[in-house]
């Protein structure tokens, strides 16, 4: 028999991709059902063995070194390889009876229609739109079935042959000598990969693969109450399944974009109002921004620095349940003025000595306004 790399057409380091192109296409060219001249269906099978034996480290490796009589079986030379270690003998061992007792459903998941892959999808969106939901069109590149071959890759007329290589079951047996006997090797056929059948006339649109890459828009409904992290399932809409099969779906991870002024923490939501210290002291009623808009915010007298006010019912919707909100809590902020008047001192200072006279210490010893933010009677 010819050199097995001068039969593939490639050099002595072609790697395992070089190898797999030269015999897919040499494969074609030779293929029984297609090539009838004499002597095709023999090329055929040389170029199967020597796809077999270079596609494989280990057998390739003992080619190289000792030729065909390193494969065992062709010069009397024993099989190198079937005496390494203990670790390579027990994979055999499992792999060998792993093949032959499930290899009639696995050969069948093979052959018939599977699942297209998962998508994901990242997408942002702002702050108000994770609180009230919203609609949005996005572009998307998935894999759709061939329209031209439904699927089949094959040319309109054509379909699928039996392949020559594993006689259309999809699998190779291999018998590998080890010094406790003989075990037999399931493994996916190399010229179908598994699948049983070959295409003889691909299809044009999609090279025989059956399957297109599309781009398609899609609108996606974003519900009330999202966060980020959030992740919404689009069935249907990944990757479309090899030779038929179901697509897989689209997981759409949401990202929401920070406010300037408002900060959510689960269902509530928080802001900073500053007020005057006459406001503080004496209330008022002030306009808020919340997320549904300005609001009314009644600010009680004597509000103290710090204190928390709060909107009912204008946080952030449940989700799943949008009727169902937090609220939104405000955080007092109280300025001071830095600059008086006179007229502003005066006043002062006289409702200071009032406050003096009814047992209060002096606001020059407590601090100018260190008893104007309590409640007095």
Not at 156 to 172: F, I
Not at 197 to 206: L, T
Not at 271 to 286: F, K, N, P, R, V
Not at 320 to 327: M, Q, S
Request: one cysteine or more.
């Amino acid at each position: 028999m010819a050199d097995y790399y001068e039969l593939l057409g490639v050099g002595r380091d072609a790697d395992a991709d070089t190898l797999k192109r030269a015999y897919r296409r040499l494969a074609r060219q030779y293929h029984p059902d297609v090539n009838k001249d004499p002597g095709a269906e023999d090329r055929f099978k040389e170029i199967g063995r020597a796809y077999e034996v270079l596609s494989d480290p280990q057998t390739r490796a003992r080619y190289d070194q000792f030729g065909e009589a390193g494969l065992g079986g062709g010069g009397g030379m024993p099989d190198m390889g079937d005496m390494g270690g203990f670790a390579d003998l027990f994979e055999t061992f499992f792999s060998g009876f792993g093949g032959g007792m499930g290899g009639g459903a696995a050969q069948q998941r093979r052959r018939g229609p599977r699942q297209g892959d998962d998508l994901r999808l990242d997408l942002g969106i702002t702050f108000a739109e994770a609180i009230f939901g919203v609609e949005k069109e996005v572009q998307l590149r998935h894999l759709e079935t061939c329209g031209s071959c439904s699927g089949s890759g094959a040319k309109a007329g054509s379909g699928p042959v039996s392949c020559g290589t594993c006689g259309g079951v999809g699998q190779v047996r291999r018998a590998t000598r080890t010094p406790f006997g003989s075990f037999t090797q399931v493994a996916p056929c190399p010229s179908c990969d598994g699948a049983g059948q070959v295409i003889a006339d691909p299809c044009s649109a999609c090279g025989g693969q059956g399957l297109q890459q599309v781009r398609k828009k899609l609108r996606i409904n974003i519900p009330a109450g999202v966060d980020t992290g959030t992740r919404l399932r689009v069935a249907n809409e990944g990757n479309a399944g090899p030779r038929g099969g179901p697509s897989g779906d689209l997981y759409v991870f949401l990202n929401v974009q920070n406010h300037p002024h408002l900060r959510r923490d689960g269902l509530q939501i928080h802001s900073e109002i500053s007020l005057s210290y006459l406001q503080a002291i004496l209330g008022d009623t002030i306009e808020v921004e919340t997320v549904d808009g300005t609001e009314p915010l009644d600010i009680p007298p004597g509000t103290q620095p710090g204190a928390v006010l709060s909107l009912n019912g204008k946080g952030v919707p449940k989700l799943g349940n949008p009727v169902a909100r937090g609220n939104h809590q405000f955080t007092v902020k109280v300025q001071l003025p830095t600059k008086l008047n006179a007229e502003e001192r005066a006043l002062l200072e006289e409702l200071a000595g009032h406050h003096s006279r009814k047992g209060h210490k002096h606001p020059h010893k407590s601090g100018l306004f260190g008893g104007l933010f309590s409640q007095h009677d």
